[in-house]
C-alpha cells in the first residue's frame, strides 16, 4: 500500500517545469494512442464549431450601421485638412521643400543631417514619384497631429484617472496587436473607400506609441517637481500642462517620433483601401504588375522618407543642442531665390525621371540574375519548404514521400524516432535536467506530428503548461481561456497555421539574430557593419520588405517567410548585443581576476546576465513576426493573415474582426508568456 504514497510524493517534489512538462507529454502520448479511435481530438468537430464569426459581423454591422452618419460626416470634415495639405505640398515649388527640409536639418543635426535631407529629396525628385510623395506627406501630415491629439489624451487620461489605467492600457495592447487589415474592414463601412479611410486607419495606428510615452514621461516625473507646483498653489491643470507635462517633454517627443514612422509604416496599407494617388498605391501597383525595378525604386521613396523623418524627429526628441539660425535663414533664402530665378525654366517635378534607367537595369538584372541562378535558387526554395518547413507543418509522417525524399514514412520509422527522443531525453534527464529531457521528448512528437496536425487538448495543455511556469496560474488560465474562444469559433486550424509560420520565423530570428548579436558583442568591427543595417531595416515600412523576395523567389510560403524573418530579426541582434555588453563591471572584474577565459566569461558571466534583456528582444520578435504576418498574406501564407486579407477584399466584418482577434490572442499569449520568463530570470539574478 506504500507504493502509490511513494509515487505520490515522488510527483510533488518535482519542479513546476517538470511537472508541466510531464503532464504535456502523457496528455499528447494520450492523443497520439487514441488519434485513431478518436478523430476528434485532432480536428475539432464542425458540429461543435459557434457561429461567433456571424454573431460578431451582425452585431458589429448593426452597431457601426447605427453611427455610420456621424462617421461620414467626420469623414467629410477630415477632406477639407487632406485637400488643403495636398494643395499646399503639390503646390509649393520642389527647389523651395527641398531647401526648406535641408534647412531643417542643418538646424536641427548640423551639416550631416542637412546633407541628409537635400540628398534624400533630391533623390525623391529624380526618381519621378514627387507629386505621389507630397500626396504620401499630405497623409502623414493630417494623420499624425490627429494621432498626437488621441494618444495625448489616453495618455493624460490615464495619468489623472488611475482607475480606467489598467482598462486603457488593456485598450493599447488591443490596438496594437490586432492586425491593422482587421480594422480595416468596419473603416470601411464606416468612412467609406477614399483617402480619409486611409487617414483614419494610419491615426489608429500611430496613437498608441504616443500615449505610452505620455503614460511613461508623466509617471517619470520627479515627486519634488510636482510637489513644488502644489506648493505654488497652482490648480491642477496648471500643475498638468504648465509643470508636469514640459518635465516630461523628452519622453513624450519620443512618443512623437513614433507616432510619426508608425503613421508613414501605414501608407501602403493605407493604399489597399485608400484609392489614393500616393507612394504607397505605386508600390502595390507597381508589385501587382510585376515592375521590381519600379517597385523598388518607390519602396525606396519611403524609406527615404522613414529615414530623414526617422533622424530629425529623433533629433528633436532627444538632442538638445540646434546650429546656427543664420545658416538656417540663409539656406531657405537661397530655396526662394532659386526657385524665383529659374520658375519660367523650372522643370515639372513629375518630369523628372532621371532613375527610370535604373529601374529598368534592376529589371533586366534581375531577369539575367534568375535565369542565371534559376537552378540553385529553385534548388534553396524547394529544399526549404521540402525539408524544413513542410515538416514542421505537416510532420515527418505525411512530409516525407518518395517523390520529395526518396522514400515513405512507416510507422516503423516513427517508434524509431519516438525511442530516439526517449533514449536522448533520458540522457538529458540523468545528466539532472529533467524539465530539459521530457521537452526533447515532445519536441520530437510534434516534429513527427506537425503543427498543423497538433491535437487541440495538448496544445491546451501545453499553453497551460507554459503559462503555469512563465506566469502562475492566473496566466495559464488565460492562456486556456483565450485559445478555447478560437477552438469554438472555427479558426482553430488557421491559427494552427499562422502559429506554425511565425514559430518558423522566430526561431530562425532567434538562431541568427542571437548569432549575429553574439558577434556584434565581441567585435567592435562586426557591429559598426551591422548597426546601419539594422537601422535601415528598422524605418523601412513593412510592405518594402515584400518586394526584394518577390523578385528573387516569387510568390509563395517560402518568399513570406523570409519577409517575416528580414523584418523580425532586427530586435533579437539589437537586445542581444545590449544584454552582452552591458554587464557590470564588478561582474567583468571577479572573473578576470578567477582566471576565467572569453569562452567562460561569455558562458557563466555575460550569458545568464543578458538573458532577461535576451528574452525581451524575443518577445518584441514575436509581436514583429505576428505583425508581418498579415502583410505576407499578399505573397503566398495561409492562415489567419489569409483570412484577415480575404475578409477586407469581402467587406466580411465578421470574418475580418474574428481573425484578427485570434492573431490579438496568439501575440498576447505568447508577449505575456515571454514577458513571464523574462520576469523570472531578472529576480533570479536579484534585479
Known amino acids: 500500500m506504500s507504493a502509490p504514497a511513494d509515487v505520490s510524493s515522488g510527483f510533488v517534489s518535482l519542479t513546476v517545469g517538470a511537472k508541466a512538462a510531464l503532464i504535456t507529454l502523457v496528455v499528447g502520448a494520450i492523443c497520439l494512442i487514441l488519434e485513431p479511435y478518436a478523430p476528434w481530438l485532432v480536428a475539432w468537430p464542425k458540429g461543435w464549431v459557434l457561429p461567433t464569426t456571424d454573431w460578431v459581423g451582425s452585431s458589429l454591422t448593426w452597431l457601426l450601421e447605427g453611427i455610420k452618419p456621424v462617421a461620414r460626416m467626420f469623414s467629410d470634415v477630415m477632406r477639407y485638412p487632406m485637400d488643403w495639405a ?38 525623391v525628385l529624380a526618381s519621378g514619384y514627387w507629386a505621389e510623395s507630397m500626396n504620401t506627406l499630405a497623409l502623414v501630415a493630417v494623420s499624425v497631429p490627429l494621432a498626437l491629439v488621441m494618444g495625448g489624451a489616453i495618455g493624460i487620461l490615464a495619468n489623472e484617472v488611475p482607475r480606467v489605467k489598467n ?129 523598388l525604386l518607390a519602396g525606396m521613396v519611403i524609406v527615404v522618407f522613414a529615414v530623414i523623418i526617422d533622424r530629425m524627429s529623433g533629433a528633436l526628441a532627444t538632442e538638445r543642442k540646434r546650429y546656427d539660425r543664420r545658416v538656417f535663414w540663409a539656406l531657405v533664402g537661397f530655396a526662394v531665390l532659386f526657385t524665383v530665378a529659374f520658375w519660367s525654366s523650372m522643370p515639372n517635378a513629375s518630369d523628372l525621371t532621371l532613375l527610370d534607367p535604373v529601374a529598368d537595369a534592376v529589371d533586366q ?83 513527427e506530428t506537425g503543427i498543423a496536425n497538433l491535437p487541440w487538448p495538448f496544445v491546451l495543455t501545453g499553453a497551460a503548461a507554459l503559462g503555469r511556469v512563465a506566469g502562475g496560474p492566473r496566466l495559464a488560465m488565460l492562456s486556456v481561456g483565450l485559445l478555447s474562444t478560437i477552438l469554438v469559433s472555427g479558426l482553430w486550424d488557421r491559427a494552427l497555421l499562422s502559429l506554425y509560420l511565425s514559430g518558423a520565423a522566430v526561431f530562425s530570428c532567434a538562431i541568427v539574430g542571437g548569432g549575429i548579436g553574439l558577434l556584434s558583442a565581441v567585435s567592435p568591427l562586426a557591429w559598426k557593419i551591422v548597426r546601419p543595417i539594422c537601422d535601415m531595416l528598422q524605418t523601412i515600412p513593412l510592405f518594402v520588405f515584400l518586394i526584394p523576395v518577390l523578385m528573387v523567389f516569387q510568390i509563395g510560403e517560402f518568399s513570406a517567410f523570409l519577409a517575416i524573418c528580414a523584418y523580425a530579426v532586427v530586435p533579437m541582434i539589437r537586445y542581444t548585443r545590449h544584454g552582452l555588453v552591458n554587464t557590470p563591471d564588478e561582474m567583468m572584474e571577479a572573473a578576470i581576476a578567477s582566471g576565467a577565459t572569453e569562452w ?3 558562458r557563466d ?24 504576418l498579415v502583410i505576407a498574406a499578399l505573397i503566398g501564407t495561409t492562415g489567419l493573415g489569409q483570412s484577415i486579407y480575404l475578409a477586407l477584399g469581402q467587406a466580411d466584418i465578421g470574418l475580418g474582426i474574428s481573425a484578427g482577434a485570434a492573431m490579438a490572442i496568439l501575440a498576447l499569449i505568447a508577449d505575456r508568456m515571454v514577458q513571464g520568463f523574462a520576469e523570472e530570470r531578472r529576480k533570479a539574478l536579484g534585479l
Open 167 to 295: 482598462a486603457l492600457q488593456a485598450l493599447l495592447d488591443i490596438m496594437q496587436t490586432v492586425p491593422t487589415f482587421a480594422y480595416l474592414t468596419p473603416l470601411l463601412l464606416l468612412f467609406g473607400f477614399g483617402p480619409v479611410v486611409g487617414l483614419i486607419a494610419s491615426a489608429i495606428y500611430a496613437a498608441p506609441p504616443m500615449a505610452r510615452n505620455v503614460m511613461l514621461g508623466l509617471e517619470r516625473v520627479e515627486p519634488e517637481v510636482k510637489e513644488a507646483a502644489i506648493m505654488a498653489g497652482g490648480t491642477r491643470m496648471q500643475q498638468l500642462f504648465q509643470v508636469e507635462i514640459p518635465s516630461a517633454t523628452t519622453q513624450i517627443m519620443v512618443g512623437v517620433n513614433q507616432c510619426l514612422m508608425a503613421a508613414l509604416s501605414m501608407v501602403i496599407i493605407a493604399a489597399v483601401i485608400g484609392g489614393f494617388n500616393d507612394i504607397g498605391w505605386e508600390v502595390l501597383l507597381t508589385m501587382r504588375k510585376a515592375q521590381f525595378g519600379e517597385a
Open 365 to 447: 538584372s534581375l531577369t539575367d540574375f534568375t535565369r542565371a541562378n534559376g537552378v540553385w535558387l529553385d534548388a534553396l526554395k524547394n529544399n526549404s519548404m521540402f525539408y524544413v518547413l513542410l515538416p514542421l507543418r505537416i510532420g515527418l509522417d505525411q512530409a516525407v514521400l518518395p517523390f520529395t525524399w526518396g522514400f515513405s514514412w512507416t510507422s516503423g520509422m516513427s517508434q524509431g524516432l519516438f525511442l530516439f527522443g526517449a533514449v536522448v531525453g533520458a540522457l538529458i534527464a540523468w545528466r539532472g535536467n529533467l524539465t530539459g529531457g521530457l521537452a526533447f521528448l515532445i519536441a520530437i512528437g510534434m516534429l
Open 600 to 602: 567562460q566569461i561569455m
Open 605 to 628: 558571466i555575460r550569458g545568464p546576465y543578458a538573458a532577461p534583456t535576451i528574452l525581451l528582444g524575443l518577445n518584441q520578435t514575436i509581436l514583429y513576426a505576428f505583425a508581418m
Open 86 to 123: 495636398n494643395f499646399v505640398l503639390n503646390g509649393t515649388p520642389w527647389p523651395l521643400v527641398i531647401g526648406l527640409v535641408t534647412a531643417l536639418g542643418w538646424y536641427l543635426g548640423g551639416l550631416s543631417m542637412a546633407a541628409l535631407g537635400f540628398l534624400g529629396l533630391s533623390f
